[in-house]
């Protein structure tokens, strides 16, 4: 079973910037899909960037397009999410999600591609 770790999260001020990381136990990410959500309370779980595993294809949400970099760390073995320009609205708490199928997509929107979940961090940006 493939446990998924996110570290990183904090509390910031509006326009700061933060990097979020996963890692997994057991595994190395180097060969996953990771992608990384959020979720305020109340609302649904969002897909923000992900990474294919085959090609290292990148898609993000236009919410977070041009402030928000996937990347993997393949000598630490984990994925970060380096975000910038953070918002009040970019409050919730982060996921990340891998799946080991090979594939030179990832899915924002398809959850269930994913099959391993982690159980989140809490990034507080104050205005």
């Known amino acids: 079973q493939v446990q998924l770790v996110e570290s990183g999260g904090a509390t910031v001020g509006s326009g700061d910037s933060l990097t979020l990381s996963c890692a997994a136990s057991?595994?190395?990410?180097?060969?996953?899909?990771v992608g990384w959500f959020r979720q305020v309370p109340g609302g649904e779980r969002e897909g923000i960037a992900c990474?294919?595993?085959?090609?290292?294809?990148?898609s993000y949400a236009d919410s977070v397009k041009g402030r928000f970099t996937i990347s993997r760390d393949n000598a630490k073995r984990t994925v970060n999410l380096q975000m910038q320009s953070l918002q009040p609205e970019d409050t919730a708490v982060y996921f990340c999600?891998?799946?080991?199928?090979?594939?030179?997509?990832?899915?924002?929107?398809?959850?269930?591609?994913?099959?391993?979940w982690g159980q989140g961090t809490q990034v507080t940006v104050s205005s």
């Open positions: 990474i294919s595993n085959r090609d290292g294809t990148t």
């Open positions: 057991e595994v190395t990410l180097n060969y996953y899909a």
């Open positions: 999600a891998a799946d080991s199928a090979w594939l030179s997509y990832c899915s924002l929107t398809y959850t269930s591609m994913y099959g391993f």
